[in-house]
């Protein structure tokens, strides 16, 4: 070929690499703009701190105590109970299963019966590659419809109910009953929770004061019986519980989390959260928890986290479904994949939540929760 030829065809090809890396860009900005939107939503107006009433404030320097801390935190305005599950059937099937029970707080008055301030919000949701099973119950504290009781321990809202003999939660039994599902799990863990920042005061912001109280219990052993549309099947597999507790969630101009735990090995796995800004970049945090109970806590110069473009589900959201988390030191790098798109739940609190896998130095699978979108 002569040297005129070549230098032309050298010429078209970077031409079409620069087009592409372009095109690219240009898709990403769009995907990424209309994903992080402006303003207030769904949960900025729930779990954001009240103007009109006094709770307590979330401080450093107050380590958790236990079986104490498993209880309710009445002082404080939010709360909630967490328990993910990646399980398998006995066809070895996989599918995910959440419990969440939010309490939120509208009054700081401490007023009985039906003045009771705590509004109690629980949810279930099943999901296998073919769909999503959603329930979810709403009841006023005060009038014993819901509550937590802990001699011994007990979370219930109308006929779901996860409860022990002990003043802590496992071994436990989780119920829960639906129009069209339902499900029985038995529930252990025999480790200690781990709690999360330092002792227990885990940082949401750089600048600002918003932080919560949480620990974590990351290694549960969950077997037991659920119902999918009246047919039957046995499941076996792997958990977290996570108990979070503050004034306040969110900062007034935070926009919602993006939530990560990945089953690493059988003797470890890890937390990566990152807290959305208006004008700021992310705060972003993690941990690497272990069996033994010992665990690494991790921050913004430890934790990439990357999203690739964003995909419009049925009800018109943009969200990014498909992640990147690099941690160099750990020799981590995972792309994240979801099991179903339609994990948005439209409840009382809205958001998305699902079971992933991941590609990249580990195989795995894990849970997600993305809020604020």
Known sequence: MKQKDVKKVSLTISLLICVCILAFSLAYYINWKDVDTEGDNEINSLLSPSNHAFFDPVLPGSPLFFPKDFGEHTSFQHEKWVMTVNAVDQEGNSLGIQWTMFRVSNDDRETKGWLDP?????????????????????????????????????????????????????????????????????????DKPIPLGNDGYSKKHD????????????????????????????????????????????????????????????????????????????????????????????????????????????????????????????????????????????????????PITTTGSHQVTGFMQLTGY
């Open 207 to 354: 600048l600002i004061p918003v932080a919560s109280h949480e620990y974590i219990f990351p290694f549960v052993n969950v077997r037991g019986n659920i119902t999918l549309d009246n047919k039957a099947y046995t499941i076996s597999g792997k958990a977290i519980l996570e108990h979070e507790w503050a004034s306040g969630f969110l900062d007034e101009d935070q926009q919602g989390w993006d939530w990560f735990i990945i089953n690493l090995t059988q003797e470890s796995k890890l937390l990566v959260a990152q807290y959305r800004h208006k004008e700021q970049a992310p705060y972003l945090y993690g941990a690497l928890l272990y069996k033994n109970g010992d665990y690494v806590l991790l921050s913004g110069n430890d934790v990439t986290l990357q999203t690739l473009p964003a995909r419009k589900l049925k009800n018109g959201r943009k969200l990014p479904l498909q992640w990147v988390i690099n941690i160099p030191e750990y020799g981590l790098n995972l792309t994240t994949q979801v099991m179903r798109n339609e994990q948005w739940l439209d409840t009382l609190i809205p958001y998305w939540q699902g």
């Open 118 to 190: 705590r509004l109690y919000v629980a949810k279930v949701i099943i999901t296998t590659k073919n769909g999503k099973w959603v329930d979810e119950r709403l009841a006023r504290g005060g009038i014993g419809q819901a509550g937590l009781s802990q001699s011994p321990y007990r979370i219930w809202i109308d006929n779901w109910h996860w409860r022990s003999l002990g003043q802590g939660p496992f071994p436990g039994l989780l119920s829960a009953e639906s129009g069209d599902f339902s499900l029985k799990l038995s529930v252990n863990a025999n």
